[in-house]
């Protein structure tokens, strides 16, 4: 038994399911004091204080696509959605002391790198943006039934957040792995990577992702994955067609992260185990796990609750996306603050520090999220020095579509080396984010993305999976204790629409709760080239050299050295032993084979010697055969040629 196994058993005997059901009490805080999501509904409107201070409360009157504004299809990029507005106040190297208090340490950081150019525009606050019923109600029913297990995982959630009223930073955090997002999406984005020399690196990438835990009627279990993810690269030239796959699982720790890589040179799939936590993100400075703000396990940190604080953030950035001119929208160290948006809203703040027994580059990091929406807005990460290294801006605004609060593009800053990142960028090139229905699963298996099916038959470009944007005009906001409990799904109710329902599960064939789905996950197996299916004996001469290849992409250059060795001293002995062969075919020397003289071919005057070929001197003895022959022969004409 290994060591992981044997912490996995010991962590199932002695540990408990950590219950975090709110109570009857808590329970009676939403509609009264609490939004449907779990922030708090009032504001900040204290006498004195300047508008720029001051937050409202919770409205929630925007849901879908409001009168003015004009959005017809998902995939257009969003109108603004408060056109007009003006900044109340510009925070500069100047008077940033002076909003200190409203800032975090990474956006100090920032003001006092460049203090030339770095600024935050500060506009009116805003609250006005809901999810949807359905939405509503799966949270409040989260709030019910969700539980966190071995630690770091998590079930009996779905539809949205788990836990709208966390008591620990592991739950905060699982709200953000499980906010709200489509259940189905297609996207074409950007990622740029600005170096201080003025160079700029480029790639372009296809992203596609199913949530399960987002689909009517799941009710998500700790062996089903919440995240399928698929990524096809566009550009460079170098590296269009690879595809990674990714599969995440609500419970981490007994089902790790499964991913695969296609290299469209090699045509071979190939597990990335490694494809998490601090790897470097391939084509840029990023860890794997600072993706997106946070992703991946959370087992390698010791979390905890700082507090909530009311801090400028990211929000309604709708400037930075209509945009669409770089050289516009960015600027040597930092995008232009011309086209950013920074609001006042109330943040919960975590903290996760690195256990003694695991590794990572960060010893320490800090996530800031919005109450509205459980949406990671900043993230600072600390060295081994507890030096400030990475911070990290997720923009923020209402998708109509989704319809709710959605962070579509990312900048992160290397504060050491000078070095900004930023991805999900939309252009006017390529579409923007696409809802759409949810791929099969079938789309998100190791034995599909080698052939690349699907890529352009059934991610959004045809009418039939675009979903139409409409207002809910039936939408009412749930009011009171008692209009909260009539959305609360029981959990009997949810398994009857799960088994009648127009959205059931299919609980048989190729559906992506079947059996044989955990089992292609859960194993690490090579694929034949040929016939692509799962091979884990490799057997053959063409899988051998397959595995070498792999070995040198791999970086296991003194791996392949050692196993080169053997292979070229046996390539060596059988041209040794050639060379060897063929020169003694082409000698005169007698061999047993020959037992009479070849006929028509002279001797040696001297000492007899039959010759085998027409030579001139004897191979025995070195004598002239031509001119020296035995006075009872005479040579021919072909032997004196």
Same mark, same amino acid.
């Given at each position: 038994m290994t060591n992981r196994s044997l912490f996995l058993l010991i962590g199932l005997l002695f540990s408990s399911h950590a219950l975090s059901k709110v109570t009857q009490a808590q329970m009676e805080r939403f509609g009264r004091d609490l939004t449907p999501m779990g922030a708090e509904r009032s504001g900040l409107n204290d006498e004195g204080l300047p508008v720029y201070q001051t937050l409202p409360e919770y409205s929630g009157r925007v849901h879908g696509v409001p009168s003015w504004v004009e959005y017809k299809e998902t995939g257009a990029i969003y109108p603004h959605l408060y056109p007009g507005e003006k900044p109340l106040i510009i925070?500069?190297?100047? *008077?940033?002391? *002076?909003?200190?208090?409203?800032?975090?340490?990474?956006?100090v950081a920032l003001f006092e790198k460049y203090p030339a150019s770095f600024s935050l525009p500060i506009y009116p606050s805003h609250r006005d943006g809901s999810y949807s019923q359905a939405v509503h109600q799966s949270v409040l029913n989260n709030a019910q039934h969700a539980e966190r297990i071995n630690d770091t995982g998590v079930k009996g959630a779905s539809g949205g957040p788990p836990f709208p009223v966390p008591t620990v930073g592991m739950e905060i955090l699982w709200n953000h792995l499980n906010r709200v997002d489509y259940p189905g999406s297609s996207a074409d984005y950007n990622a740029l990577v600005f170096s201080p020399s003025g160079d700029i690196a480029q790639r372009d990438y296809q992203l596609v992702k199913r949530l399960p835990y987002m689909e009517a009627g799941t009710n998500q279990q700790e062996v089903k994955p919440y995240l399928l993810l698929s990524q096809k690269m566009l550009f460079p030239p170098r590296r269009r067609g690879e595809i990674t796959l990714l599969h995440d699982y609500a419970d981490p720790l007994m089902y790790p992260r499964a991913a695969w890589f296609y290299n469209p040179g090699t045509r071979r799939v190939r597990r990335a185990p490694s494809y998490g936590y601090d790897s470097l993100s391939n084509g840029d400075t990023r860890t794997i796990d600072e993706i997106g703000g946070f992703n991946g396990s959370m087992e390698r940190y010791n979390w905890s609750i700082v507090g909530k604080k009311a801090l400028y953030i990211p929000y309604h950035n709708y400037d930075f996306h209509l945009e669409t001119n770089n050289n516009v929208r960015f600027s040597r160290y930092h995008p232009n603050p011309n086209v950013m948006r920074y609001e006042l809203h109330r943040t919960w703040i975590v903290e996760g520090r690195l256990k003694e027994t695991n590794r990572h580059v960060y010893q320490r990091r800090v996530f800031y999220l919005d109450e509205d929406s459980w949406n990671i807005v900043y993230a600072d990460s600390f060295a081994a020095d507890d030096s400030l290294q990475r911070t990290q801006q997720l923009l923020s605004l209402y998708a109509y579509d989704l319809p709710g609060i959605i962070t579509q593009s990312e900048v992160n800053f290397d504060l050491k080396q000078g070095v900004y990142v930023v991805d999900k960028l939309n252009s006017s090139q390529y579409p923007a984010l696409?809802?759409?229905k949810p791929l099969p699963y079938e789309f998100f298996t190791p034995g599909n993305i080698r052939h690349g099916r699907h890529w352009n038959d059934e991610l959004g470009q045809s009418s039939s999976n675009l979903q139409p944007v409409q207002a809910d005009v039936n939408f009412k906001m749930p009011t009171g204790i008692e209009g909260i409990r009539e959305h609360i799904v029981e959990p009997s109710d949810l398994a009857e629409r799960r088994d009648t329902g127009p959205d059931k599960i299919p609980q048989s064939g190729n559906s992506m709760w079947t059996d044989d789905f955990f089992s292609l996950a859960a194993e690490t197996p090579d694929y034949d080239d040929e016939n692509f299916q799962a091979n884990p004996d490799i057997k053959t001469v063409k899988q051998r050299i397959s595995a070498v290849a792999s070995r040198i992409e791999r970086g296991g250059f003194l791996k392949t050295?050692?196993?080169?060795?053997?292979?070229?001293?046996? &390539?060596? &002995?059988? %041209? %040794? %032993? *050639?060379f060897t062969v063929n020169r003694e075919k082409s000698s005169d020397v007698d061999t047993p084979s020959i037992s009479e003289p070849l006929p028509d071919l002279p001797k040696c005057i001297d000492c007899g010697h039959q010759a085998k070929t027409l030579r001139e001197t004897c191979f025995n003895c070195g004598s002239y055969l031509t001119h020296r022959m035995p006075e009872n022969e005479t040579p021919n004409e072909e032997s004196t040629g």
């Open positions: 925070i500069t190297s100047e *008077n940033y002391k *002076n909003h200190q208090a409203y800032l975090t340490p990474g956006t696409r809802k759409m050295i050692w196993l080169l060795i053997p292979i070229m001293g046996v &390539f060596i &002995f059988i %041209r %040794r %032993r *050639n």
